[in-house]
């Protein structure tokens, strides 16, 4: 407490409404008090007093008394808002301005933007080519535009603020002021969204724009904000004496030296450039992992030579650039050489004037199936066989081949069998297997020749062997059997002295983390060629299509080590062979089709109905099998 009381501090009781207490020299007048301490002095025998009203404050009075003030404040419009939330965002719009009743005046083609971000437009003129005008393509630059224009703005229009030169009564105290009141302003209306629609007339200084279309998202941006649904398109006029026809190029025809390619660069440029591939194309088929996107077939040559009927050619078709390649096999002393034939590039198809403006047709992934004959550079090549990869990719993608749709292919049998099919059931139907009459297979050579005889030349072999495949009774047909393949193996182990079994079982348990014995084909053909086991390719992919599987397809590699142990079981030297070519897909005399035809499946998915009551109800029982089976 101040002096002259000393060493007496404030206590509750000096603390109450009304009472003036002095600390550290200033004196506050308690004037009210919260309802918990007037609760609490209350209990303690203390009464409270009433409020005390605040006395007023004549300079807060005097500031709520409205007055102008000296420097207003500017009023800014807030434009960070839409940026953030319009920016990069722009309606497109087309249309036109007519001209024509100008000297020499044209229809204007023009293109309107109007970004949202901030409400300004830019008008871009698109100038056809040769049409004899090289000015900018920009009629107006990006701005906000007035919709009633009566001229241009004098100087200073623009600026947001209007400066007064206020002059005292002595010249040295005169000052500048921003006039609050913007004497003298007007008020301009701009173009905004809602206003511009198709049909939309626009005064562009004095120039009347008319609108005829949209962009696809300023469509759906009318279509969210203000529900609209009509976007038809205006035409645009033409002028009477206008005639709008297309004028094509003239190409000189093809004189044959260098590709087509190469020979239209020197017709389109003086400075000739060289053809550009489809970039999009190659990304798209070129090889990812172990799909390679390359189909190989087996052909044989058609000729008058005797000794031509013999050759055997390889012909790959790159999906890449429909480029083709073929390789000769040639057997030894033959007079052949075992050499490439044609280079990769692609060939025309012939019978075709190539002599001409217009571009020749080139081979093309649907012209090549079993059973096609090609003439190329005329030689013709007749495809008698393919590979699973080929087979396989083709009925994947049964669009691009029609040979592999198995759904054309089943109502061409259909359309062709209904007349026959009585007679088809009777004679080719196959004897059951099981006692229960429930597993009918067909072998492929006799369905074949089944089909050939209703069918003929109406079905090639390529639909056959797809229709054998898609029905196949998933028996695979060997054409070499384990032992032979395991004799193979342990000639070509003894042959080139390889002893690194174990380091080959330490590198299959390094992958195998689990310990379940099993692993996925890619990971053990990559262990076999890292430890560099001294076996061919074709001889590595025989060995994993002998060993045990499981029922996901993992190899059991502890299979794989008693096959190649040259310890357990060894067998005698197998008869010195060319491996590379003899376990090879072209060295099999047939492609792979499967071990049989399912033959309730076949019928069931046929579904041609017979009159005879005979055939129903065993049609009945097979598609009842079937349905039982899958």
């Avoid at 993992?554 to 008869?575: C, G, H, R, T």
């Amino acid at each position: 407490m101040p002096d002259p009381i000393r060493y007496k501090f404030y206590d509750i009781i000096d603390l109450n409404i009304g009472k003036e207490p002095e600390i550290f020299g200033r004196v506050y007048k308690i004037v009210n008090c919260d309802k918990f301490t007037r609760r609490f002095l209350n209990r303690m025998g203390i009464p409270v007093p009433d409020p005390i009203k605040i006395p007023i404050d004549p300079y807060i009075e005097g500031r709520k008394i409205p007055a102008f003030p000296k420097k207003p404040k500017s009023h800014k419009l807030d434009y960070l808002r839409n940026f953030l939330k319009y920016d990069r965002q722009v309606l497109r719009f087309y249309g036109y301005w007519d001209d024509t009743e100008s000297v020499h005046g044209i229809i204007h083609d023009l293109e309107i933007h109007y970004y949202l971000a901030d409400g300004t437009m830019e008008i871009k003129e698109n100038v056809a080519a040769n049409s004899g005008r090289d000015s900018g393509f920009m009629l107006v630059k990006r701005m906000k535009i007035p919709k009633f224009y009566s001229g241009l703005d004098p100087i200073g229009a623009g600026d947001p603020y209007t400066i007064l030169n206020v002059i005292g009564d002595d010249i040295n105290q005169s000052h500048m002021m921003i006039d609050a009141l913007n004497t003298g302003e007007t008020k301009k209306v701009y173009y905004k969204d809602n206003e511009l629609s198709i049909g939309a007339k626009m005064n562009i200084f004095g120039r009347i724009v008319i609108i005829t279309d949209m962009d696809a998202f300023t469509k759906e941006y009318y279509r969210t904000k203000y529900g609209l649904n009509d976007f038809t398109a205006l035409e645009k006029p033409q002028k009477k004496d206008e005639i709008c026809q297309p004028v094509e190029r003239y190409i000189p025809p093809y004189n044959g030296f260098g590709t087509y390619e190469d020979s239209l660069g020197n017709c389109l440029s003086i400075i000739p450039k060289a053809p550009q591939t489809d970039f999009i194309k190659f990304l798209y088929y070129d090889k990812q992992g172990f799909d390679s996107h390359v189909l190989r077939f087996r052909a044989q040559m058609i000729s008058k030579i005797p000794e031509n009927l013999e050759r055997q050619f390889i012909v790959r078709y790159y999906l890449t650039d429909d480029s083709i390649s073929i390789f000769e096999l040639t057997k030894r002393n033959s007079g052949f050489r075992r050499c490439l034939f044609l280079k990769k590039m692609p060939v025309m198809l012939p019978k075709q004037n190539i002599f001409s403006s217009k571009k020749p047709e080139y081979y093309k992934p649907k012209d090549f199936y079993i059973g096609a004959c090609l003439n190329i550079h005329e030689f013709y090549f007749s495809i008698i066989s393919a590979d699973i990869y080929a087979l396989r990719y083709m009925e994947l993608n049964s669009k691009m081949f029609p040979k592999a749709n198995i759904k054309l292919i089943m109502e061409k049998l259909k359309e062709t069998l209904t007349p026959v099919y009585k007679e088809f059931i009777q004679n080719h139907s196959p004897p059951s297997i099981s006692a229960d009459h429930k597993v009918q297979t067909l072998e492929y050579d006799k369905f074949k020749k089944a089909l050939c005889i209703y069918l003929g030349d109406k079905i090639t072999e390529h639909e056959i062997i797809t229709i054998a495949r898609h029905y196949s009774s998933h028996g695979k047909k060997e054409f070499h059997t384990r032992e032979y393949v395991r004799q193979l193996v342990h000639t070509e182990l003894h042959r080139n002295i390889w002893n690194e079994a174990v380091r080959l079982k330490e590198d299959l348990l390094h992958w195998d983390r689990g310990r379940t014995g099993y692993l996925p084909r890619n990971t053990v053909y990559t262990v076999l060629r890292s430890c560099r086991i001294p076996l061919d390719i074709e001889l590595i992919n025989s060995i994993l299509d002998h060993l045990r599987k499981d029922t996901d397809g993992k190899i059991d590699y502890n299979d794989l080590m008693e096959f190649i142990d040259v310890k357990i079981n060894p067998l005698p030297p197998a008869i010195p062979i060319n491996i590379k070519t003899a376990l090879w897909w072209a060295s099999e005399k047939e492609p792979d089709c499967g071990a049989g035809i399912d033959w309730h499946c076949f019928i069931k998915d046929l579904n041609i109905k017979s009159h005879d009551d005979t055939l129903e109800f065993n049609e009945d029982k097979e598609k009842e099998n079937c349905e039982t089976k899958k």
